[in-house]
């Protein structure tokens, strides 16, 4: 933030990621909810009131879930009736978003959250979509961006609730990789390691979204038709209502910058 508080991951080995702050050449660890395992942990977001999130695994279930602190009381975050959460950012209104399972239906569908006074909401994917994660807020807190796609139910369910994929998503804070081991794909989002089957030429592209009037917009549908983009990732998003990512551009990957007319 603006008073020089950084947050992120650090290594206390190997195969220990930690949540972590730094400010004024200062490390410190950050605090966990309590249950969870220091086995693996990380940082995603801070906003200016010095309000930091993070994610970690669940020591008994081997789950994950978000977190909200100041450096001293921690709150866990969790999507509606406890369902495993990855807090992914926070805006200066102190609305945190990122994406889980909720487990108030038996669908396991990973969704976008969304963490307020009023709770957490949880945004449903549009048709052809069963799977969508928000991975950026405006500082305003008005304007939520992430990807959405069509994912495989048992992946789903992998993503949150298996430690070999919850750790595989947190190694990509240190390599920009995962694990080939894992089965994993390249981290090509800012933000996830997805299973690598959904970048087979034969697997339909994600694609970017914003958040307006309560429900996901495919942001492919706001550009000009024949303009050979592709719009994959969404990955960043201002108060202006510009949005940064990743796409193809005429089948070539590409970041890209939309800025609404």
Do not use: C
């Not at 801070?46 to 999130?53: A, D, R, W, Y």
């Amino acid at each position: 933030n603006s008073k020089g508080l950084v947050v992120g991951t650090a290594w206390k080995d190997e195969d220990t990621p930690q949540a972590i702050s730094w400010k004024d050449g200062k490390l410190k660890r950050l605090p966990l909810p309590k249950g969870a395992s220091s086995s693996a942990s990380f940082a995603s977001g801070v906003n200016e009131k010095g309000l930091m999130v993070g994610s970690s695994i669940e020591g008994e279930s081997e789950g994950v879930n978000g977190f909200i602190t100041d450096g001293s009381k921690v709150t866990k975050l969790s999507a509606p009736k406890s369902g495993p959460a990855l807090a992914m950012g926070i805006s200066d209104t102190d609305t945190v978003i990122g994406f889980g399972i909720p487990f108030d239906t038996e669908e396991f569908r990973v969704k976008t959250l969304r963490w307020d006074s009023k709770g957490v909401t949880a945004f449903p994917s549009p048709e052809l979509y069963n799977a969508n994660f928000a991975f950026a807020i405006s500082r305003d807190g008005k304007q939520i961006v992430g990807t959405m796609m069509r994912m495989e139910e048992e992946a789903q369910k992998s993503l949150l609730k298996s430690k070999r994929y919850t750790n595989a998503f947190i190694a990509h804070w240190k390599t920009g990789f995962s694990n080939g081991d894992d089965g994993l794909g390249p981290d090509l989002t800012g933000g996830a390691v997805f299973p690598n089957y959904l970048y087979r030429s034969d697997t339909e592209n994600p694609h970017a979204f914003i958040v307006r009037g309560g429900r996901l917009v495919d942001l492919n549908t706001l550009i000009p038709a024949g303009s050979g983009w592709e719009l994959i990732f969404a990955t960043g998003v201002n108060d202006k209502g510009q949005v940064v990512g990743m796409g193809l551009h005429e089948n070539r990957l590409r970041a890209f910058l939309l800025s609404p007319q």
